[in-house]
């Protein structure tokens, strides 16, 4: 079973950084498809942060961008979210996903706050 468990979320001032990190259960080959997502309110649908496309590409959300970096440590099974200048809006509950066996899987999600 695929498990994968976030971490590195909680309070920030606006204008600070965290780091997220994603552990997965499952290898993560060059080639996965994995990424951040973040849903900003309860009902809102998730919304792309960062991810790795199938091609080794990374792509990010246009309100992220210059300011978020994803990266991944191969050898740990690991997906990182490095966030920098963060404002108020980037407040939401932040998900890592990973396509494997032809499905998608997702963590159970960190609460990243942005708040003086």
């Known amino acids: 079973q695929v498990q994968l468990v976030e971490s590195g979320g909680g309070l920030v001032q606006p204008g600070g950084s965290l780091r997220l990190s994603c552990a997965a259960s499952?290898?993560?080959?060059?080639?996965?498809?994995v990424g951040w997502y973040r849903r900003q309110a309860p009902g809102n649908q998730r919304e792309l942060v960062a991810?790795?496309?199938?091609?080794?590409?990374?792509q990010y959300g246009d309100s992220v961008k210059d300011r978020f970096t994803i990266s991944r440590d191969i050898p740990e099974n690991t997906i990182y979210l490095q966030m920098n200048s963060m404002k108020p809006e980037d407040t939401a509950v932040y998900y890592c996903t990973i396509f494997v066996n032809n499905q998608y899987y997702w963590g159970q999600g960190t609460q990243v706050t942005v708040s003086s």
């Open positions: 499952v290898s993560i080959t060059r080639f996965a498809p």
């Open positions: 991810r790795f496309t199938s091609y080794g590409s990374t």
